[in-house]
């Protein structure tokens, strides 16, 4: 959930993107979040809604800083196997009340950027910055130095 980014942000995502080999594509689908002028179950319940259309039948993966803690390394073995096993994944960034429990219902697993909250446009760079790295790492491509 998230439109309008910060030019950095932006600039950032784009960069880790363009790095990336066609057969290892990132795909960005931001979302408007819902108006703010209701209870935020109902303004949660909303964006679950258009989040799990956007989703489809991809695998979700609910960014949460509650979610299982996860290092570069360990990250890229899940990126590894999902892309054996010709998975399609779609990392879910919730808005600034976070996911519908709907949301994170459906989701294969909840993952942490990190205990700290991150505002949205820099958990957006960190994660292409971390599937980037995940395909460095699966490449023995020299950008991670362990």
């Not at 995502?13 to 990336?20: E, H, N, P």
């Not at 995940?134 to 991670?144: E, T, V």
Request: overall charge positive; charged content about 20%; some cysteine.
């Amino acid at each position: 959930m998230g439109q309008r980014m910060p030019a950095w942000a932006d600039a950032a995502c784009a960069d880790y993107a363009k790095r990336l080999p066609r057969d290892f594509a990132i795909e960005m689908t931001p979302l408007k979040p819902a108006p703010r002028s209701r209870p935020i179950a109902q303004i949660l319940a909303q964006e679950a809604a258009r989040i799990l259309a956007a989703c489809g039948e991809s695998t979700i993966i609910a960014l949460d800083e509650r979610g299982t803690a996860c290092g570069s390394t360990a990250f890229a073995g899940r990126i590894g196997h999902w892309r054996d096993d010709a998975i399609d994944v779609a990392f879910v960034i919730g808005s600034a009340d976070g996911l519908d429990a709907s949301v994170t219902r459906r989701a294969a697993e909840r993952l942490s950027l990190s205990a700290m909250t991150l505002p949205h446009a820099l958990a957006r760079v960190v994660l292409c910055e971390q599937i980037y790295r995940a395909w460095s790492l699966l490449n023995a491509h020299p950008y991670h130095r362990a």
